[in-house]
């Protein structure tokens, strides 16, 4: 699952992005090797959501689980410290989020790793605007909760163009 930009065609991933993947595949596996190695056990994720559920129903649970509030989010100084808390959340939560340099905002925005425990969420630092990274990040993690309800978007689904597929539409 990868948010990219409206127009580019998925099975065309470039060398350097498969390079982001399995670095942050191979980082996952190193923590939970030495999470193995020292005795921690690290939870999976537990929270899940059905396509078939209200959007709006889910993204307040997501802020709930999260545990922010939108006091807090509203007391933020910058989008910097928003983006920073947003993913200190997300981690809190045993979501590893990574940040890659190097690659085209054109092919990518974010990705998610579905894989539990430890599931990777990796944010392209090409999208500049650290809200940009933040709605890519929470998008992720709908994206997660969705695959953990059940929800897999079927090959016919993801030749659909974005903006048509039930799941980037939830």
């Known amino acids: 699952e990868y948010r990219r930009l409206h127009g580019v065609v998925p099975g065309s991933e470039s060398p350097e992005l498969r390079y982001a993947l399995r670095m942050a595949d191979l980082r996952r596996d190193v923590l939970l090797d030495l999470a193995h190695e020292i005795g921690e056990d690290i939870a999976k994720m537990e929270a899940n959501a059905s396509i078939h559920e209200n959007p709006e129903d889910v993204g307040g649970r997501l802020r709930s689980y ?29 979501v590893l989020v990574f940040q890659t340099p190097g690659l ?50 079927s090959d016919q689904e993801r030749a659909m163009p974005l903006e048509q597929q039930a799941t980037e539409i939830f």
Not at 107 to 121: F, G, H, Q
């Open 66 to 94: 999260l545990g922010i509030t939108v006091d807090q989010q509203m007391a933020w100084t910058s989008s910097h410290q928003a983006l920073a808390q947003w993913r200190a959340a997300a981690e809190s939560k045993g």
């Open 104 to 153: 085209r905002l054109e092919e990518m925005r974010a990705v998610s790793i579905p894989k539990n425990p430890l599931p990777v969420i990796l944010l392209n630092t090409k999208d500049a605007a650290p809200q940009g990274r933040i709605f890519s990040l929470v998008h992720e993690l709908a994206h997660l909760w969705l695959l953990r309800g059940g929800h897999e978007v």
